[in-house]
């Protein structure tokens, strides 16, 4: 298997008036979305952007209008190592691969997971990806939240899919079994950043950067709704925060969600189940997007994972029994 290789890196960039005040590593890392803001401000500090032809400094604001040049050299990251981990893919070609990642899998290297990850997975299976930023991955799912994810192949299939997301062509829908029993859908606008005084959770907070969730019910059972989900942004954990935010916390988030609180008369096997599912009960179940070459709109879909159907399984039959009970009470 052949190593990654270093590749160049040149940009010609020019800054928008609407970034007039930002600093220059923010600007950047807005301006280049498949670099993370860390490498950016590498790349800034070692005097390799020139900002109207002079060396910037990662702290400095800009004004709005000035030409940008990046020259860099971009080195693999060797700590990134291909690992033999089995992972069942949708599609592929030679422009982009779709996975279906299940609960437990994270997807990049970070703090408390340097390996096993997605990433390590992919690089496995498909060594070139080791010269496509972040191994081609351009979106993620929280470790525990199963379902579709693009990954790009190519330079050329990267730029494409990251200004699909930019732009909010990329179709993305979740099923999120929730607490409550929701009337109807809706929409929530409201923004998320770190959570002021948790920094490993997000919140919403004035502040915080713009997030937008569209929600919708599928089905209603006793204390429980199953809902359709769909994203005009993507940011971290936006659908768990943003229905804890409106009090419908996911099944079986621990982070965001309270005790859960079964509903009257059920049975202690679902009383169980519902306590004890070991993951937020969210599910990517439809992806679609426009083929980065052909532009042909492409869309893919799962079935329900196992663990949730089960689940849900229980939640109808529970429905039934009440309905009967009310249609012929004693």
Known sequence: MSSPQPR???RDLRVGEGQAGLRLDQTLAGLMPEFSRSRVQRWIEEGLVLVDGAPGRPKDRVRGGEVVRLDAVLEPDLSDAPQPIPIQVVFED???AVIHKPAGLVVHPAAGNRDGTLLNALLHRIPALGSVPRAGIVHRLDKDTSGLLV???TLEAHHALVGQLKERQVHREYRAL???ELVS???VDAPIG????????MAVVGGGR???THYRVLE???GHSLLAVELDTGRTHQIRVHLAHIRHPLVGDRAYGAQPRPPKGCPPGLVAALQQFPRQALHAIRLGLAHPRTGERLEWELPMEPDLEALLAQLRSLGEEVRALAAHPA
């Open 178 to 180: 929730v607490r409550g």
């Open 194 to 201: 770190r959570h002021p005084a948790q920094r490993t959770r």
């Open 185 to 187: 859908g809706g929409r």
């Open 220 to 222: 209603r059972f006793p």
């Open 94 to 96: 030679d422009q982009l």
């Open 210 to 212: 713009p997030a937008v």
């Open 151 to 153: 990954v790009a192949k």
């Open 8 to 10: 160049r890196v040149q």
